[in-house]
């Protein structure tokens, strides 16, 4: 490329038009802002709802990460800027078609539905934002914070159910194969297991649906920062998705043990109510391995000062 052409390219995407970065930045803000507030009754039911609701207790934190992940990775993201209508006028026109179907249509869904529908059509207006201030190669280095911020819409009812019981199951079929490995003597009936001397069910509060959404979250952000390959990610987070399970079962076969010939309130107690750190932190340990066999140029750095 002649060196004109190329002075004439690098001009043309470090457009002075919208001002400087720290400027940008504050136009976005003040874009957030705005559509906030026309959104004002979705964004209050969203907060209250994430409040309220235990299994959604991390949704509002999802947004504050994924502005975390954008200063974070600054420098690759906002090395060249522009401004991208194009990319802009299309997230802004599927914002606005699902906001105006949440409103007209949404009499007619479920709150929590209804409620799915705005912000998605939110977050395509935070996007077109980003687009319009930032341009289009920002865009493309922010694909995962961008993306990341769909984790901040509330999981359907309908597919809530399905998961909780997917890990209920998950969960039952563990506990069966490590009591069975303890050599524990144990009638199962469905999700209910009988001891000699204690009885327990797997109940849909003891799915483990909320340490499982935070180690799968935690997961993806790990897979982002530490494997380059997106098959590489796509298995840490797999084996996450497996690990919350396998944690879950861990953890009820514990409990179930210790109140079986140690104390019965086990199973009423303080690591029973508030003892899911600790197995979430098993979880971690589980994956750790994971993560290093998937990280070759870590192995062979170790094997090097090994030598």
């Given at each position: 490329?002649?060196?004109?052409?190329?002075?004439?390219?690098?001009?043309?995407?470090?457009?002075?038009s919208l001002?400087?970065?720290?400027?940008r930045?504050?136009?976005y803000?003040?874009?957030?802002?705005?559509?906030c507030?026309?959104?004002?009754?979705?964004?209050?039911?969203?907060?209250?709802?994430?409040?309220?609701?235990?299994?959604?207790?991390?949704?509002?934190?999802?947004?504050?990460?994924g502005?975390?992940?954008?200063?974070l990775?600054?420098?690759?993201?906002?090395?060249?800027l522009?401004?991208?209508?194009?990319?802009?006028?299309?997230?802004?026109?599927?914002?606005?078609?699902?906001?105006?179907?949440?409103?007209?249509?949404?009499?007619?869904?479920s709150?929590?539905?209804?409620?799915?529908?705005?912000?998605?059509?939110?977050?395509?207006?935070?996007?077109?934002?980003?687009?319009?201030?930032?341009?289009?190669?920002?865009?493309?280095?922010?694909?995962?914070?961008?993306?990341?911020?769909?984790?901040?819409?509330?999981?359907?009812?309908?597919?809530?159910?399905?998961?909780?019981?997917?890990?209920?199951?998950?969960?039952?079929?563990?506990?069966?194969?490590?009591?069975?490995?303890?050599?524990?003597?144990?009638?199962?009936?469905?999700?209910?297991?009988?001891l000699?001397?204690?009885?327990?069910?797997?109940?849909?509060?003891?799915?483990?649906?909320?340490s499982?959404?935070a180690?799968?979250?935690?997961?993806?952000?790990?897979?982002?920062?530490?494997?380059?390959a997106?098959?590489?990610?796509?298995?840490?987070?797999?084996?996450?998705?497996?690990v919350?399970?396998?944690k879950?079962?861990?953890?009820?076969?514990?409990?179930?043990?210790?109140?079986?010939?140690?104390?019965?309130?086990?199973?009423?107690?303080?690591?029973?109510?508030?003892?899911?750190?600790?197995f979430?932190?098993?979880?971690?340990?589980?994956?750790?391995?994971?993560?290093?066999?998937?990280?070759?140029?870590?192995?062979?750095?170790?094997?090097?000062?090994?030598?």
């Amino acid at each position: 490329m002649p060196p004109q052409t190329l002075q004439t390219t690098v001009h043309s995407e470090n457009s002075p038009s919208l001002g400087s970065l720290s400027q940008r930045v504050l136009f976005y803000v003040g874009w957030i802002t705005v559509t906030c507030l026309l959104f004002l009754h979705p964004v209050t039911a969203f907060v209250r709802y994430s409040l309220s609701n235990d299994n959604a207790s991390h949704l509002v934190l999802i947004p504050l990460i994924g502005a975390w992940l954008l200063y974070l990775e600054r420098d690759r993201i906002f090395k060249l800027l522009a401004s991208d209508s194009r990319s802009a006028w299309l997230f802004f026109a599927a914002g606005s078609a699902l906001a105006l179907l949440a409103f007209f249509a949404g009499r007619h869904w479920s709150a929590l539905t209804q409620l799915s529908v705005y912000l998605l059509g939110l977050i395509l207006l935070w996007i077109a934002g980003f687009a319009f201030f930032f341009g289009r190669l920002a865009l493309r280095g922010a694909r995962f914070p961008l993306s990341f911020l769909l984790l901040t819409i509330p999981i359907p009812d309908v597919v809530l159910d399905q998961s909780i019981y997917l890990l209920q199951k998950g969960s039952a079929e563990i506990a069966a194969v490590l009591f069975d490995w303890s050599g524990v003597p144990v009638l199962r009936a469905g999700f209910v297991f009988h001891l000699a001397h204690v009885n327990i069910e797997v109940a849909r509060e003891c799915s483990g649906i909320r340490s499982s959404l935070a180690l799968v979250i935690l997961a993806i952000l790990v897979a982002h920062f530490y494997l380059g390959a997106f098959w590489k990610q796509a298995v840490l987070v797999i084996a996450g998705l497996f690990v919350m399970i396998l944690k879950n079962g861990v953890r009820i076969v514990t409990l179930t043990l210790l109140a079986s010939y140690v104390d019965p309130a086990f199973l009423y107690g303080r690591l029973h109510r508030e003892g899911g750190v600790v197995f979430f932190m098993l979880g971690l340990l589980l994956l750790a391995p994971l993560l290093w066999l998937l990280q070759p140029g870590k192995r062979k750095a170790a094997a090097a000062a090994v030598r």
